[in-house]
């Protein structure tokens, strides 16, 4: 059985917009794993009745309802008490809950007095049950409301990924029978959503036994993944699979696929970035185990050091400037040389807001690619404010060093019985 | 009057957790500027029967209902439709939108054939108003449900950001009356949510006049904003500025601030990252104007390159280790001298999951930052995954070197009858 879940998050800075909710996605990526399907998200404010209310309505329709935040130290956090009246039980203070929220502070800031107002934190409604926190103070809730589990967990995202991977291991015994679908996921990179439309056709189309869903990543790549029955789904995966060869990645996301391929075959990279100001790096440095092929990064930000350490010629920097093929021709050799990597990717470009000229306008982006076999350079156009376009660049960058492997790859595959490395 | 106003977001990806919704926070803050309150935010699938219900059981409620989501190529995209269900209306393809679609595209892409597959795209509610998409193909739709005005948005992010920022401009004309409220907002770094709420006590409770909230940012810093009737909010704020002094960050951002500061003296800084892998770097040129104070970036991954580059002598390197605090002076203080800079801020830590020992065991972070008036380092532990350690290391950083122009600039406050700069 796909059983039925709902999350609501709670928080007024999440309708002032403060804050960015990641925690309904982390949420419900874990619910469809566990063989639930989430039909509704909602945020509410920190609103005692609002959300006694969403909780009771929400939970006549649903096997499982999530809640997260409000359950921090502070007056204005309600859902200890929301979740009571929604149960329609008291809330008492719990020594158990007191004694980990004294020890959890007595751990991280020793020598301190624990503030008075964590004790909220240790109000629990009456017949719920406490799910630990080892991440922070607030205990997590977990009791039925009409017959429907309701977890109240954590607004900080450390504490309430590590808390509801513990509920998981709990959930087969809440609800019998979930049946976690199958799934298969295709990732790719280098074609836009509409020209794989069309590329697709017909297998992207929902049938009885297989949904299909497009997400464009904001990571710089496509995923398509298909829902449903395991046969159906493989044989949905395999069409697919045929059809994606030009733009496939073997993992999710370009960083990664980077790391893999280079790892696989003892290559290293080095980076030489201006716009995108050591997003290529950061990228590259989040996949565990990047340490055996990043071997060094540079953040040429002033010309002056493009100039002094990668020798990017001044004749260059004076005349068609430091966006421009020249420059990042001579960032990639040079950084290369310097830096005695197998690769190194070098990306210059105008990120904005000002900086922008006729000939190089704001969004303008070289990129160059350089190995003991050449260098390969290619410029990109780029839309949006400056973050995205740093985004974008560093994003254009991964992509263009990727398919470069990729074609290195190839053409070493190709001549592999002839040259031997 | 401040108006009332429901966000829904629109996309089976978003309830399968595969993207994180952005577009809700944007449209919250965007409402709570023109006078605006978010009473709730919605997630549904691409189903056109709930995304009509959705919208009709909103639009009771509210004066705006802002939907994003749904208005792609793919014939999974529903928003059209079920709009147009909602008001009782019918599809028509719109002549003008359809040539919007046909020479974004060309801009774009010339030479290309546009997708039949964006002709949907150009289907409008009979009586809809369009709301021009200059970022992408897909049109707005802006129309009336019950005498509540329906926005639908884009839901890729710099699509929707543009497009509402010109409905903007209409909304006085849409909804008469708007009062945007006074907002005052105070950010800082260095003390922990428990903490402020213990010092600040009664100044964070509401009373009629004003609400007041208290927001911890994923970079790294805490914002307190109180919102309400102007005087109030005057008096609130003069109240917390007083409280906060120690811990006052002057812009929103740790990135914001060290560059704001280190611009009005005219130092420029240089970074060494080895765990956080770019992301100080990457954080400093988010900040429009960055080149004026951050010249130089590096990336010293690995430990040859710490000692090649950076001078760490091998005796530390096999010692100490790279995480230590002999590595990260050497690190700050090398690299200041390297890149000419007036100040140089150095991170070096274990992010994991691999690489921890029981001396220095994943988590483990030292920074230091060096001027030509010596150097400091200080030593964290961080607790998460991987990506969770490598930015809290960033913000740390960023942190650190704060606090150290801080007090740089305090010195050479008291001192300056004396010395001249």
Redesign the interface.
């Known amino acids: 059985m796909i059983g039925r879940a709902a999350?609501v998050?709670i928080g007024?800075?999440?309708?002032?917009?403060?804050?960015?909710?990641?925690n309904?996605?982390?949420?419900?990526?874990?619910?469809?794993q566990q063989g639930l399907?989430?039909?509704?998200?909602?945020?509410?404010?920190d609103n005692e009745e609002?959300i006694a209310i969403t909780v009771r309505e929400l939970a006549r329709d649903a096997d499982l309802v999530l809640l997260t935040g409000g359950l921090?130290?502070?007056?204005?956090d309600r859902t200890r008490h929301a979740v009571a009246m929604a149960a329609g039980r008291s809330l008492e203070e719990s020594a158990s809950a007191w004694r980990a929220i004294q020890q959890y502070y007595r751990r991280r800031k020793p020598g301190e007095a624990v503030?008075?107002?964590?004790r909220r934190q240790a109000l629990i409604p009456k017949g719920a049950q406490i799910l630990r926190n080892d991440?922070g103070?607030a205990p997590g809730l977990l009791m039925q409301v009409d017959g429907t589990w309701v977890a109240s967990l954590p607004g900080?995202?450390?504490e309430m990924t590590a808390m509801v991977e513990r509920l998981g291991t709990r959930l087969p015994r809440l609800i019998t029978g979930l049946d976690a679908p199958a799934v298969a996921e295709l990732h790719c990179a280098g074609a836009g959503?509409?020209?794989l439309?069309?590329h697709l056709g017909g297998l992207?189309?929902?049938d009885d036994a297989v949904?299909v869903?497009?997400?464009?990543?904001?990571r710089g790549f496509i995923?398509i993944?298909a829902?449903g029955e395991a046969q159906a789904v493989e044989r949905r995966r395999r069409a697919l699979h045929k059809m994606l060869q030009d733009w496939l990645l073997p993992e999710p996301g370009l960083a990664e696929s980077l790391v893999v391929a280079l790892r696989e075959k003892q290559w290293t990279l080095a980076?030489v970035?201006s716009?995108s100001?050591?997003?290529?790096?950061?990228a590259?440095?989040?996949v565990?185990?990047?340490?055996e092929v990043?071997?060094?990064?540079?953040?040429?930000?002033?010309n002056?050091?493009k100039s002094r350490?990668f020798a990017v010629p001044e004749v260059v920097l004076n005349g068609p400037g430091a966006v421009s093929e020249e420059c990042v021709r001579a960032l990639a050799i040079n950084g290369r040389l310097r830096?005695g990597s197998d690769l190194c990717c070098a990306v210059s470009g105008v990120?904005?807001?000002?900086g922008g000229t006729r000939r190089t306008p704001v969004g303008t982006v070289w990129i160059a690619v350089a190995s003991a076999q050449g260098c390969e350079a290619r410029q990109v156009h780029l839309?949006?404010?400056?973050?995205?376009i740093?985004q974008r660049a560093a994003q254009q960058a991964m992509l263009c060093t990727w398919q470069y492997v990729k074609t290195l790859l190839s053409t070493r595959g190709r001549r592999s019985k002839k040259t031997q490395h």
Request: proline share 5%; hydrophobic share 35%; aromatic share 4%.
């Open positions: 999350i998050s007024n800075e999440l309708l002032f917009g403060k804050t960015v909710d990641t309904a996605a982390f949420l419900a990526r874990w619910c469809s399907r989430v039909h509704t998200c909602r945020t509410v404010g609002v921090g130290p502070t007056v204005d503030p008075e107002s964590n991440r103070t900080v995202p450390v959503e509409s020209a439309q069309d992207l189309l929902d949904q869903g497009i997400t464009v990543h904001e995923t993944r829902v980076t970035e716009c100001g050591g997003r290529v790096a950061a590259l440095t989040a565990p185990g990047a340490s990043f071997c060094q990064g540079s953040i040429a930000y002033a002056a050091v350490e830096c990120a904005g807001p000002g839309a949006g404010d400056r973050e995205h740093q």
